[in-house]
């Protein structure tokens, strides 16, 4: 009896020792290639933040395929394992990859739903085809289907069931997607790739080829940036007025938005130049203002 009591203590220990190992990979992924969203997971709950940090692990993974290869054909299979991944997952048969076992062990806990994980990996499938977005539409339903399912996601975990979270969660991903479009203009210029939507563009008179060429002293590309950040301000201001509505705890979830302002905020003293280097260095003050925001309850 003490033999079998004793075996099943060091098996116990193994597979703590695992499920560490696979929780801080995730970490770690997240830290070192989405080091905002770190931050803002750090002041979620402590008992969902190893959920999260999965759920970020899985962007990540998901979010880099696009820029590591350089065949489509290549790319559609690392989304096809990723599906399989969470068609296994949801099977109770996850691969052995740590942030497919870390995903299994939250889904089993917290009965995350599939379709916010299917939701993102078809998006992303779609995205290795697009070098442009035609409309302002098309970037946001992008938006919604990769930001805003995260965010569905860190409230499932939290246990929030919310039509005012869920709506703010829906704004606030669309924001994210806006800013990432501008943080991400001066690598997308050395790919000669655009992303501002071309309806936006148009509407300024200017053009991708200017974009291309960096060209600051182009008005017709000031207008161009600065509506196109104003559309993030407004998605920005329609999540933050759901506030109201909101549980403290819900406002946790939704610290993404203040990495939106911080940037909008340094977009505006560049005087909307998307190519100012300064733009693309971490803000040192950031840890400090998620804290006021975390004990003021605000987002």
């Excluded at 929780?23 to 989405?34: P, Q, T």
């Excluded at 997971?41 to 940090?53: A, E, G, I, N």
């Excluded at 007025?241 to 977009?267: H, I, Q």
Aim: one cysteine or more; charged letters at 20%.
């Amino acid at each position: 009896m003490y033999l079998a009591l004793a075996m099943y203590l060091n098996h116990s220990k193994r597979l703590y020792a695992t499920t560490v190992n696979n929780g801080n990979y995730c970490l770690e992924l997240v830290r070192k290639h989405d080091f905002d969203h770190y931050l803002c997971t750090l002041l979620l709950p402590r008992d969902v933040q190893s959920t999260v940090f999965a759920i970020r692990a899985f962007n990540v993974e998901t979010a880099q395929i696009r820029d590591l290869v350089t065949e489509k054909a290549t790319g559609k299979m690392r989304v096809q394992f990723w599906r399989d991944s969470i068609n296994a997952i949801y099977k109770k048969e996850p691969p052995k990859h740590p942030v497919a076992l870390t995903l299994a062990t939250a889904v089993g806990r917290y009965k995350l739903s599939k379709l916010w994980f299917s939701r993102l990996l078809d998006a992303r499938e779609a995205n290795l085809s697009v070098n442009h977005y035609s409309s302002t539409k098309e970037l946001e339903d992008y938006a919604e289907n990769t930001f805003s399912s995260l965010l569905y996601l860190t409230l499932e975990a939290m246990g929030v069931r919310s039509v005012a979270a869920d709506h703010a969660c829906s704004h606030l991903g669309k924001a994210e997607g806006i800013c990432t479009v501008l943080r991400a203009a001066p690598y997308h210029r050395t790919q000669r790739s655009v992303f501002i939507p071309m309806d936006i563009v148009m509407r300024h008179g200017a053009s991708q080829e200017r974009f291309i060429r960096a060209d600051t002293s182009s008005q017709s590309m000031h207008n161009t940036v600065y509506d196109f950040a104003s559309l993030c301000h407004t998605h920005l201001l329609k999540a933050r007025s759901l506030g109201n509505k909101l549980d403290s705890m819900v406002t946790k979830a939704l610290l993404p938005a203040v990495l939106c302002e911080d940037f909008l905020t340094r977009l505006q003293r560049a005087d909307f130049n998307i190519f100012e280097p300064k733009l693309s260095q971490r803000n040192p003050k950031m840890p400090l203002t998620l804290l006021w925001k975390y004990f003021s309850h605000q987002y």
